[in-house]
Nanobody, 123 residues
């Protein structure tokens, strides 16, 4: 049974940084893509970043490019999202996700989801 457990969320001021972690278990993730999504109150869940587990290729939403970095530690089966220069509009619940195959930004195509972690950026 695949489990994705996020951690690292919290309250930070504008311009600050946070690092989210996603501990993955239940299978090997070779051939999978790991992703981060977010959902703000009253808005649809949106793609943030993704990483191909085997090759390490990364993808970013335009809104976070240059500020967020997705990475992985294969020895720990953990995916990270380093967030810098945070803005109030980054406030959302952040979800870790996994899908077989390559990156697709549509949420419906992702196979596994974590429970989410809240990130709040104060102005």
């Amino acid at each position: 049974q695949v489990q994705l457990v996020e951690s690292g969320g919290g309250l930070v001021q504008t311009g600050g940084s946070l690092r989210l972690s996603c501990a993955a278990s239940g299978r090997t993730f070779s051939g999978y893509t790991m992703g981060w999504f977010r959902q703000a109150p009253g808005k649809e869940r949106e793609f943030v970043a993704a990483l191909n587990w085997s090759g390490g290729t990364t993808y970013y939403a335009n809104s976070v490019k240059g500020r967020f970095t997705i990475s992985r530690d294969s020895s720990k089966n953990t995916v990270y999202l380093q967030m810098k220069s945070l803005k109030p509009e980054d406030t959302a619940v952040y979800y870790c996700a996994a899908r077989k195959g390559g990156t697709v930004t549509a949420t419906a195509t992702w196979d596994y989801w974590g429970q989410g972690t809240q990130v709040t950026v104060s102005s």
